[in-house]
């Protein structure tokens, strides 16, 4: 891989005063993504959930992520591994910014993914990758969605579908 895009690693997921706080399995992913990224070399993005109470797409969680809140923010434990931080407003991290160029000019060809949630920002943004003709692997233990059958269908989907490889 010669770069990690982290979805989500934010507050509102992996924090008890988090809106949407995954409990103990916020804990362990914590731990989880902090030793995968203390061994990973390469550039590391964090790709923030960035919502507005206005905006009409997130209507079914319409107060967690929202900008300026406690949600919004990465825990203290994971800060030190982002080389950089990236705001993104939908699901798929290449929409409406400028990641394609810049995986372009820093010549990627390997995209590693891993955080919050499977089945909506990892999902979107490797489908979206892959299209644009990345090789992508999705590193499986440190991804979590609320809900298993949704992180278990992204993973198929994933796999089986989109050429993904899931390590």
């Known amino acids: 891989m010669d770069i990690l895009l982290v979805m989500n690693p934010q507050n509102g997921f992996l924090d008890e005063k988090g809106s949407v706080y995954m409990g103990e399995r916020a804990e362990i992913l914590k731990v989880r ?3 995968f990224l203390s061994n990973f070399q390469g550039l590391k993005i964090f790709f923030r959930e960035a919502h507005s109470i206005e905006d009409s797409f997130f209507l ?3 107060t967690h992520s929202v900008v300026n809140t406690h949600d919004f923010g990465i825990p203290d434990c994971l800060k030190k591994y982002a080389n950089e931080y990236w705001d993104k407003i939908r699901y798929n991290a290449f929409y409406n910014n400028a990641l394609e160029g810049f995986l372009m000019q820093k010549r990627i060809k390997h995209v590693g993914l891993l955080g919050v949630e499977t089945h909506t920002s990892v999902l979107f943004t490797a489908e979206s990758a892959r299209n644009r003709g990345y090789e992508v692997s999705v ?4 991804t979590m969605a609320r809900d298993d059958y949704f ?3 992204a993973i198929s989907i994933m796999k089986n579908f989109l050429g993904v490889r899931v390590i």
Request: proline share 0%; glycine share 0%.
């Open 151 to 153: 992180h278990n269908s």
């Open 60 to 62: 079914m969680d319409k």
């Open 139 to 142: 590193i499986e233990a440190c």
């Open 33 to 35: 993504i902090s030793d």
